[in-house]
């Protein structure tokens, strides 16, 4: 029934996601189109944001996720953080000038308080700061308040929790270790192809980092 498809749509979208990321932007696209409340069309950007960044179109999925932050109300800040985060780190594959990443620099703070959007925010800042040559310790501490508590993961394994998770290993702190452990277990546990490809290739560069080449050579060979 029509009243039920936009749901439906997205089930199957998210399902899809987890193995065919064309098959996942087909209907997220049309779960989005098909939902007009702007809560629902904003978690549904979120989706349809990665499916489209990872299947070649960054600028379409960086489009989705402004669009759909617009169009909420002020109560839900952080969600329209969420999608602000994920448009911000669009850029970094070719989507949108670089100049906008300057954003981030007002989320360098910690603590981070606030939700998972918050922490997300805390994440790609941090990365941020580390390309711009920020302290090993400030950029460390700001990733791991975002990881804090473990919903970053849960929320997005395999993108921005994964680059709070990189920027400790640039930064030599063995707390990565810890947190691609956790973020394994999560991805398994769910089945996620593009989780397990995205941490086995960043699993890959860490051991590649700390000179375990045979393990650097076979996380990076399932990749």
Known sequence: PP???PDVLLELGLAEALTNGPDAAEHLREAYDATSDPQARGMVAQALGRALLFTGFPGEGAAVARRAAAELPPELDDLGKALEAFELLSILFGAGEPEELTRLERH????VDGGVGTKMLAAIAAQHWMYACGPADACAELSLAALAGGDLIVADNGLLATVAITNLVLADREEAIDW?????ADAHGRGSLFAISSLSLWWGFTQYRRGELEGAEESLRTA
Do not use: D, T
């Not at 360098?108 to 603590?111: H, N």
């Not at 691609?180 to 394994?184: D, K, L, Q």
């Open 108 to 111: 360098r703070g910690v603590p």
């Open 3 to 5: 009243e039920r498809r």
């Open 180 to 184: 691609w452990e956790v973020a394994r």
